[in-house]
């Protein structure tokens, strides 16, 4: 079936960095427009960015933009999340998802149809 794996997560101090790579099976991510999302402890699910089938339009959260970036390598069948200068409230389950590609890309969690199962990413102060 399709899978979606996320891996890169892990425990970074304030003003740190990660990178996240989510990487598919089963799904070639070149037809769909990819997103990740992300979940605090004891909130729900938020969008966090998202990138277009060909990779020429994003879209991020008010809260990550100028310090996340989203990209992807279809050949390697991956897509990555480029994490900086990262702050405590970030610290989420971090999750990725793939959708059909739209005019406009997806901020909702209704409009991705594959999900991973998330990578934990913690920022102590």
């Known amino acids: 079936q399709v899978q979606l794996v996320e891996t890169g997560g892990g425990l970074v101090q304030a003003g740190g960095s990660l990178r996240l790579s989510c990487a598919a099976s089963?799904?070639?991510?070149?037809?769909?427009?990819m997103g990740w999302f992300r979940q605090a402890p004891g909130k729900g699910r938020e969008f966090a960015a998202a990138?277009?089938?060909?990779?020429?339009?994003?879209d991020y959260a008010d809260s990550v933009k100028g310090r996340f970036t989203i990209s992807r390598d279809n050949a390697k069948n991956t897509v990555y999340l480029q994490m900086n200068s990262l702050k405590p409230e970030d610290t989420a389950v971090y999750y990725c998802?793939?959708?059909?590609?739209?005019?406009?890309?997806?901020?909702?969690?209704?409009?991705?149809?594959?999900w991973g199962r998330g990578t934990q990413v913690t920022v102590s102060s």
């Open positions: 089963r799904l070639t991510i070149s037809y769909y427009d």
């Open positions: 990138i277009s089938r060909s990779g020429g339009d994003t």
């Open positions: 998802a793939s959708g059909p590609s739209r005019r406009r890309l997806g901020r909702l969690e209704n409009e991705y149809g594959y």
